[in-house]
């Protein structure tokens, strides 16, 4: 067994003990309705997909909590380097829905300009949401150069550097731990043990015993958390934050939570993951969790889900048909953002690009003249 | 014989060559129980239990690391890397360590075995789901880089691959996967890994490509046919080392090259093309070596119907190349 | 003007920018204390302190990966790689990463940042201590990749490197280090990224070359001299993006190309400059389009002579395409 | 501080309380003779260095116990997967000074056939001691593939798999020790913890306290031993060794010594080891210890370390005039072993080589007709 004590806040009748979230009730119910928010956005997305209308995502049931948990422990200022599964850390910064469902249809107004695949997000505001990269595992010593620039200026801000379990056989796990530990650099690591890398359960990741052990390979202290247990992760993360502000260096969470959906869209998780599994984790659902402790406030009664779950899915729902009713990318996307000044061979590909248009037309997006 | 798609084709290739060989090892991330995320691999560990198929921890390094230290001491082992694009993480150990190896150690120590992995476009991939690597590999002595355009030679030539005493990169073009289908023969056969295709005769303009683009070139030839230009199409299929006597016979009967591929055209595999037949056939030139490739951008999502080469643009260079 | 060796010129280059820039930090292995296993980073320690010159733990993956996110995040970090050989595990971060930041996120994250590498043969380092990989990195879209052979331009395009808003690749022909020496201006002064050098002019043949291989060029174009043949030698230095109309120009002048490196021939760099000249200069070409390139093995140790292309191997081929 | 006690067995005064080592007589004298061989090895390799008959060297001067210890729990059908520090391991197990001095002159008689820089050795018999590659850390998870070769068939060998303190931060380390872990694969982990890389103290090599604690992240039981005392690692090796040939997995030994000479013979130490560094671990030196137990076992009196030395000296050198004699690599080396069978376009190349050759003459090393 672990050295780790699973940390958790909150009780499955919505006890708290004597807890203080340092949250206001507004921010409770903002936490509250961002997770209702990540859940009508995958629903929704996972509609999109089904009926053609976007070619991917990624589910987020189930791990709700320790997303909007962890964000809740930010400050604007401060950098979130995310996997492909964070989309709900951006919706509880306030990132819109609109923003995020241009990205999905990967159109003329998405950020990344029709480049990614949906749910590769990327935003610097309200706060710094760094573009996802595919690749499992690069951004991790990335966010440890990001928070060491930090350090080296003298602010006081965070890199929140999150990643799954398959994350952690990673070679950037393995380099960014190891250099953030000497570096004593301001990140917080935040490892989401969702169950499964894909079809993988984690025995097949690692002989180690849970995740946060791994921190020790690099000096860096952890804590092992309740995924579910919404103002549990927030205190966790907060832990972490704090000890970096002060300068302490990092700190390794490890979320313990259930990816209660597929991998992907693309993924049929009935062929590996046992139902016995997914019946356990659907008790331990993070939303009603929480809704118990917002009833023993006050702040919640029956039948508030539904209002506000579809007052959210109302506007996933608008913002879907804006972004698909908004125009593709320019044909010259393609070719812009390589450098920063476009060279001349690859100006000369869009030129042709544009002239076999002009010849010989089909395919869409754009016509004319190549404008860079 | 059995029709096939390219995919079944591979599964079909895989499981021969484990019936044939003990030694002889599937493994990945994925490719156990869930059976590959493109279901290449699928049925293998219930056929041949975990202990020759099975699932790795997330680290194409150590996928390929281990590959070599098993076919050091004797295994045969098949490699999957899930895209073509998580490849990096292990190109150390396949650039300083698989193609070295032999050369290093004079010869003592070999590493006999197979990286699978699918590659290329048309699956809306964007940036990290699309690209086409093969020139990193094929700038590396020691190793050899392969890839089918039918279900034919991805059979033949996997287990050809496998049975080969030098590491192999199978490339295999995904977009290819269940679009395209042919007879693929019962039972154990190898394609020789040193000779190209052609795919249709023809002697005004010669098309070289590889992979998903074959079937593109293909019909770029086909309705060049149709205004009066005969085009040879070949399918170079084991790009490294190449049958280089094959392509300059190829270029010299027509004077006229188009070479065409997915990946970036600077530094790309058409390049060597290009400059096998600038040094060794130039006085048989009539018309400019042409390349028809992907743009020098990172690969795009939504458009990359326009940063794929298709027919549209195949047969322009053909049409350009021959009226010159 | 002082008179420098390329060393001295890049360490020179370096106290420059961290001078005139306080965003500049340099990190890797042993850059520290020790100054770098070649002495590069010698005394930036002592003058800047270990905050903006320091060692890092031995991963080549945490440096790059470790640089881009400070270079996102304000600074100018520039990153040693020990030895060219030693920067494949960095590779998925320069590759799938610095490469393609700023494209993947539409310009709003981006990577202005250098990493240094020694590279090439000449020093007896076999396989491991020798190698020139510029063409996996000409290859990859969104990267620069500069090599300088003389101290001139070592300072001037380091510090150009330095102040580029893209990332660059900084290849340093390890073989000159010491063995050039040559006037260094004080002070900051850049060499513009997007040009390449004339080292001599001359009508008959036209030798393109970079790095270690442009004092052995220049050699073999003295010695052709004196036997009637005049050379023009070019050092492209900055490999990608290419000055491609340059090339063309110097290429068209005399019809008669010899491009020359130490890497391995198959899809080398040469294989692009010979393709973009089959492809839009062929009916000026005269002769074969020739290359003269380290052979398609790994590097060896003891025969490393033999290996790398001398003055006479590049005079001979000079001689061949002159006689064609 | 660390969980992890340091093992000794040999007291400075030659003590062992009631160790058994399970060593022979005659065998504990081969590890004594072994030792001494790295030296003279060592030290006539410095001098080759220094008058410019090699190019380039590695001292070993400092871990001969560490290296003889672990070597001395190994048999023959054991694989050895060395770093470049390690020769003394092929040196215990019976190669002969003049195979490896054909790699210092990196000759025709070279198992590398003179392609790869001094120490890189390689070697099939008596042991096999795995072709010695200069990236740090490859060779960690070749290392698990092999040994995961072992236990498919049933054999009962083991993969003892060495590097330094620095090659724990490498990527193969991760990876490596990550695979071994989940497929309990027979393989024991020296991490030779030597105090620097090149010029990096470990203090700025990791904030691990130490290097055994970093096989919990792997579900990786480890050791930490006295590298100075061969003994000790004898026995902690052999533990490992026994844990693997009974298939419980594999083991990480960390042994705690130090590199009392530079790097290599590029490198100048005095820049960054503390003197006060050196002369501590001077009075550790492992031959000294070793010979007070050889001594109070009746085995060793004062001037044997001379005789046996000069032994060693004599056969050195010996080995070193024959290497140097011996001609160097013909031409067609460069050519061979990149494949099995030499394609066209290598055979064009060298065909191309030895015709300017023949044309220009120069250059040494074979001429005549391309013999492949
Ligand atoms: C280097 C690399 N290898 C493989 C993949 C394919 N892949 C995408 S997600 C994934 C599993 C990641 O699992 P985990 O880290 O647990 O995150 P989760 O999906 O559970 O959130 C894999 C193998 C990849 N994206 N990158
Ligand atoms: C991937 C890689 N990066 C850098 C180097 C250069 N290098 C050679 S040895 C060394 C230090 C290794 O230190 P350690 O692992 O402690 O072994 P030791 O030399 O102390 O035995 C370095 C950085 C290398 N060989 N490989
Ligand atoms: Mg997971
Ligand atoms: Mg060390």
Same mark, same amino acid.
């Given at each position: 067994?672990?050295d780790?004590?699973?940390?958790?806040?909150?009780?499955?009748?919505?006890?708290a003990g004597?807890?203080?979230?340092?949250?206001?009730?507004?921010?409770?119910?903002?936490?509250?309705?961002?997770?209702?928010?990540v859940?009508?956005?995958?629903?929704?997305?996972?509609?999109?997909?089904?009926?053609?209308?976007?070619?991917?995502?990624?589910?987020?049931?189930?791990i709700?909590?320790?997303q909007?948990?962890?964000?809740?422990?930010?400050?604007?200022?401060?950098?979130?380097?995310?996997?492909?599964?964070?989309?709900?850390?951006?919706?509880?910064?306030?990132?819109?829905a609109?923003d995020?469902?241009?990205?999905?249809?990967?159109?003329?107004l998405?950020?990344s300009?029709?480049?990614?695949?949906?749910?590769?997000?990327?935003?610097?505001?309200?706060?710094?949401?760094?573009s996802?990269?595919?690749p499992?595992?690069?951004?991790?010593?990335?966010?440890?150069?990001a928070?060491?620039a930090?350090?080296?200026?003298g602010?006081?801000?965070?890199a929140?550097?999150?990643?799954?379990?398959?994350?952690?056989?990673?070679?950037?796990?393995?380099?960014?731990?190891?250099?953030?530990?000497v570096?004593?650099?301001?990140?917080?690591?935040?490892?989401?043990?969702?169950?499964?890398?894909?079809?993988m359960p984690?025995?097949?990741?690692t002989a180690?015993d849970?995740?946060?052990?791994?921190?020790?390979?690099?000096?860096?202290?952890?804590?092992?958390?309740?995924?579910?247990?919404?103002?549990?992760?927030?205190?966790?993360?907060?832990?972490?934050?704090a000890?970096?502000?002060?300068?302490?260096?990092?700190?390794?969470?490890?979320?313990k939570?259930?990816?209660?959906?597929?991998?992907?869209?693309?993924d049929?998780?009935?062929?590996y993951?046992?139902?016995?599994?997914?019946?356990?984790?659907?008790?331990?659902?993070?939303v009603?969790?929480?809704?118990?402790?917002?009833?023993?406030?006050?702040?919640?009664v029956?039948?508030?889900?539904e209002?506000?779950?579809?007052?959210?899915m109302?506007?996933v729902?608008?913002?879907?048909?804006?972004?698909?009713?908004?125009p593709?990318p320019?044909?010259?996307?393609?070719?812009?953002?390589v450098?920063?000044?476009?060279?001349?061979?690859?100006?000369?590909?869009?030129?042709?690009a544009?002239?076999?248009?002009?010849?010989?037309?089909?395919?869409?997006?754009?016509?004319?003249?190549?404008?860079l | 014989?059995?029709?096939?798609?390219?995919?079944?084709?591979?599964?079909?290739?895989?499981?021969?060559?484990?019936r044939?060989?003990?030694?002889?090892?599937?493994?990945?991330?994925?490719?156990?129980p869930?059976?590959?995320?493109?279901?290449?691999?699928?049925?293998?560990?219930?056929e041949?239990?975990?202990?020759?198929?099975?699932?790795t921890?997330l680290?194409?390094d150590?996928?390929v690391?281990?590959?070599?230290?098993?076919a050091?001491?004797?295994l045969?082992?098949v490699?999957?890397?899930?895209?073509?694009? +998580?490849i990096f993480? #292990?190109?150390d150990?396949?650039v300083?360590? $698989? &193609?070295?190896?032999?050369?290093? !150690? %004079?010869?003592?120590?070999?590493?006999?075995?197979?990286?699978?992995?699918?590659?290329?476009?048309?699956?809306r991939?964007?940036?990290y789901?699309?690209?086409?690597?093969?020139?990193?590999?094929?700038h590396?002595?020691?190793?050899?880089?392969?890839?089918?355009?039918?279900p034919?030679d991805?059979?033949?030539?996997?287990?050809?691959?496998?049975?080969?005493?030098d590491?192999?990169?199978?490339?295999?073009?995904?977009?290819?996967y269940?679009?395209?289908?042919?007879?693929v023969?019962?039972?154990?056969?190898?394609?020789d890994?040193?000779?190209?295709r052609?795919?249709?005769?023809?002697d005004?303009?010669?098309? +070289?490509?590889y992979g #998903?683009?074959?079937?593109?070139?293909?019909? $770029? &030839?086909?309705?060049?046919?149709e !205004? %009066?230009i005969?085009?040879?199409?070949?399918?170079?299929?084991?790009?490294?080392?190449?049958?280089e006597?094959?392509?300059?016979?190829?270029?010299?009967?027509?004077?006229?090259?188009v070479?065409?591929?997915e990946?970036?055209?600077?530094?790309?595999?058409?390049?060597?093309?290009?400059?096998?037949i600038?040094e060794?056939?130039?006085?048989?030139?009539e018309?400019?070596?042409?390349?028809?490739?992907?743009?020098d951008?990172p690969?795009?999502?939504?458009?990359?119907?326009?940063?794929?080469p298709?027919?549209?643009?195949?047969?322009?260079?053909?049409?350009?190349?021959h009226?010159?």
């Amino acid at each position: 067994m672990s050295d780790y004590e699973l940390r958790t806040v909150l009780d499955s009748s919505g006890g708290a003990g004597d807890h203080d979230s340092g949250l206001s009730d507004a921010e409770l119910m903002h936490c509250y309705r961002s997770m209702l928010m990540v859940r009508a956005f995958d629903d929704t997305a996972m509609k999109l997909q089904r009926s053609g209308r976007i070619g991917f995502s990624i589910p987020n049931r189930g791990i709700e909590a320790t997303q909007v948990g962890a964000a809740s422990a930010l400050r604007t200022t401060d950098w979130i380097f995310p996997s492909y599964r964070d989309f709900g850390m951006a919706l509880y910064h306030g990132v819109s829905a609109t923003d995020m469902m241009h990205n999905m249809f990967g159109n003329a107004l998405d950020a990344s300009k029709g480049r990614q695949m949906p749910v590769h997000f990327s935003f610097e505001e309200p706060i710094h949401f760094v573009s996802i990269s595919s690749p499992i595992g690069t951004h991790i010593p990335q966010g440890v150069g990001a928070a060491h620039a930090m350090k080296l200026r003298g602010e006081d801000s965070v890199a929140l550097i999150s990643f799954g379990d398959g994350g952690t056989s990673s070679l950037g796990f393995h380099s960014g731990l190891n250099f953030a530990g000497v570096w004593k650099s301001p990140a917080v690591f935040l490892c989401q043990n969702n169950g499964y890398a894909i079809s993988m359960p984690t025995e097949k990741q690692t002989a180690s015993d849970g995740f946060a052990v791994k921190g020790e390979a690099y000096g860096i202290p952890a804590i092992l958390v309740d995924g579910n247990d919404l103002l549990a992760v927030r205190q966790a993360t907060a832990e972490g934050v704090a000890r970096a502000r002060a300068g302490d260096g990092p700190t390794l969470i490890e979320a313990k939570t259930f990816r209660m959906g597929g991998h992907s869209t693309s993924d049929d998780p009935s062929k590996y993951v046992p139902k016995e599994l997914l019946d356990e984790w659907e008790e331990k659902d993070p939303v009603p969790r929480f809704e118990a402790y917002l009833a023993s406030k006050g702040l919640w009664v029956e039948g508030d889900r539904e209002t506000l779950y579809s007052g959210c899915m109302a506007e996933v729902k608008e913002a879907a048909d804006l972004a698909q009713a908004t125009p593709l990318p320019s044909l010259e996307t393609i070719f812009s953002d390589v450098y920063e000044e476009v060279p001349q061979h690859i100006r000369s590909q869009g030129e042709e690009a544009y002239d076999l248009l002009r010849r010989k037309g089909d395919a869409g997006g754009g016509g004319g003249e190549f404008p860079l | 014989m059995a029709i096939l798609t390219l995919l079944q084709a591979v599964n079909e290739g895989l499981k021969t060559a484990m019936r044939d060989d003990s030694n002889v090892l599937v493994f990945g991330e994925d490719v156990g129980p869930k059976g590959g995320v493109f279901l290449a691999t699928e049925g293998l560990t219930s056929e041949f239990g975990e202990e020759r198929c099975f699932d790795t921890p997330l680290s194409e390094d150590g996928i390929v690391g281990a590959a070599i230290g098993m076919a050091m001491n004797g295994l045969r082992p098949v490699a999957e890397i899930q895209f073509q694009d +998580f490849i990096f993480p #292990a190109f150390d150990q396949i650039v300083s360590e $698989a &193609a070295k190896l032999r050369y290093r !150690s %004079g010869g003592q120590y070999t590493a006999p075995m197979v990286i699978r992995t699918p590659y290329g476009g048309g699956i809306r991939g964007g940036l990290y789901h699309s690209q086409s690597g093969e020139a990193y590999f094929c700038h590396t002595p020691g190793l050899k880089v392969v890839t089918p355009s039918t279900p034919h030679d991805a059979k033949g030539l996997l287990i050809a691959a496998i049975q080969d005493p030098d590491p192999v990169l199978f490339l295999e073009p995904k977009a290819l996967y269940r679009s395209v289908k042919g007879e693929v023969p019962e039972g154990s056969y190898t394609v020789d890994l040193s000779t190209t295709r052609t795919v249709r005769e023809g002697d005004a303009v010669t098309v +070289f490509c590889y992979g #998903a683009m074959v079937p593109v070139c293909e019909k $770029a &030839a086909e309705q060049a046919e149709e !205004s %009066g230009i005969s085009v040879e199409v070949i399918d170079l299929r084991t790009l490294y080392p190449l049958d280089e006597q094959g392509v300059l016979a190829a270029a010299k009967k027509t004077g006229r090259v188009v070479t065409v591929h997915e990946a970036p055209r600077f530094c790309g595999y058409a390049a060597e093309i290009s400059a096998i037949i600038a040094e060794r056939a130039i006085e048989y030139m009539e018309a400019p070596v042409t390349r028809v490739t992907g743009f020098d951008t990172p690969f795009p999502n939504t458009l990359e119907h326009h940063y794929l080469p298709d027919h549209r643009r195949v047969l322009d260079a053909i049409e350009r190349v021959h009226a010159f």
